[in-house]
């Protein structure tokens, strides 16, 4: 008798110690909210992996999830990789939806809201753009096979010695993605990593970007920037330099690696191919990356260019004309630092050894003319913009204007309307309490549990004596 009622209190011990860190492990497990941009699929969670999920199959469709509903990723839950060939970085997540039930998405359906700093500039858009070694245009550059050794030496020594004569087919840049919920990254050697992004924020000069790593990416890979990538949570800092890209990690104050666009990713790879095999590359049809002030390492020329809709401010006093051109009949002379909106691309020219095109653009509000006299905002003209900045301006937060009590004064009708905004703001900001709900009682049972734990314990301990 004595000994069951030992054995059931060892088995009541190891139950509540179970418990205890079960629900340590489950207050304190991190989670990613993301919200469906488009009518999706959750499809069952099985073993079969799948590089794409087709919707129209319905292959184990568990039900359709609305525009706007809201997921959750915990940290440890698995992501399938997708086929880099197609273009897809990640097929899918496994994500709860808002009834609890647990289930495959797919990752293209789905957006980060919290993501809403990570510029359109540093996204690749296709298969061809991408960020590779900046190092790859200056082995083009040399067109010279020894270049390759002097950045990549594992090509002439342990690539060689394995694989033999054809190790140039094998030569690719280093190069990485970045969608709007992950960046992919391939190593020199074949090696890949898919890291999520868990947020990003506008910091000086760049962009911090917190990432989770769940796949351990292969620690042998002799390329010289992916084994810096860890499993579990780290930060990266990417800043920007017209077509170049500082990468920081973990809040080094030295670059990890350089990297540059390039918008033909497969063009540049048999290039290199090509120099790998000791021939020469044609290089005619390379497009060189440039700084923000539009110069190149690669070229005399300065290119300067300019989107549709971007606000820039000029970095010198500039004309303002009623048609492109330098004949056209000049309106004013902007002062230096006048900001402008960009309605229209025009022809290109090169002026003063600077290659760019003239725009039509909008004066926005607090210009000025080269002696100090204010000009109308919304006024339009035309404008080189050789002498415009790259860097586009982003106009500054503007704090609302405080309501006094006149304006409080609503109507019935009125209240109405915000009382229903109120509970659906309260409906959607409890998807993102409920993880402190959860901390809170974990808490709470943790100290109801630990003197349990410790009075078995120590009757176990007198038992014994």
Known sequence: ??????????????????????????????????????????????????????????????????????????????YSIGDRVEGDPLSHIVATDQNGIKGKVAWADLFLPSNDSLPDDIKTNDEKERWISAYCYEILSSNAKETIFRYESYWKNEWYSSVGEEWHEDIRPSNFMIFDNAIDILGYDSSRGILLITSSEKVKDGIKIGLFIKYKIDTSSKDIFLHHFKKGEQEMTLKIDGDYLEMYLDGSKSPLMVFARTNNYKVITEKLRTIARGEKADLSDVTWPRHADGSCDYDDKIIKTHKVGGMYKTEDSLRLRAAEGTTGDALATLAAGTR????????????????????????????????????????????????????????????????????SVETKDERKVNRAAKMNKKEENDDFVFPFIQVGFGIILIIVLLPIILVIAKRRKTGKK
Not at 55 to 66: A, N, Y
Not at 344 to 353: C, N, S
Request: proline share 1%.
């Open 1 to 78: 008798m004595r000994n069951k009622m030992k054995k059931t209190i060892v088995m009541k011990k190891k139950f509540l110690i179970l418990a205890f860190f079960g629900i340590i492990s489950s207050c304190f497990c991190q989670e990613i909210f993301y919200e469906v941009k488009a009518d999706t699929g959750l499809f069952e969670n099985d073993e079969y992996s799948l590089f794409k999920i087709e919707v129209q199959e319905h292959r184990g469709l568990i039900r359709t999830m609305k525009k706007g509903e809201k997921v959750k990723y915990t940290f440890g839950d698995p």
């Open 340 to 407: 402008v909106k960009v309605e229209i691309t025009g022809k290109e020219e090169t002026i003063d050894g600077i290659t760019s095109n003239w725009m039509q653009v909008e004066v926005l509000d607090g210009a000025k003319d080269k002696d100090g006299n204010a000009i109308e905002m919304g006024t339009t003209g035309w404008l080189f913009g050789g002498y415009l900045s790259t860097t586009e301006y982003v106009e500054p937060v503007k704090e609302e204007k405080k309501l006094n009590l006149l304006d």
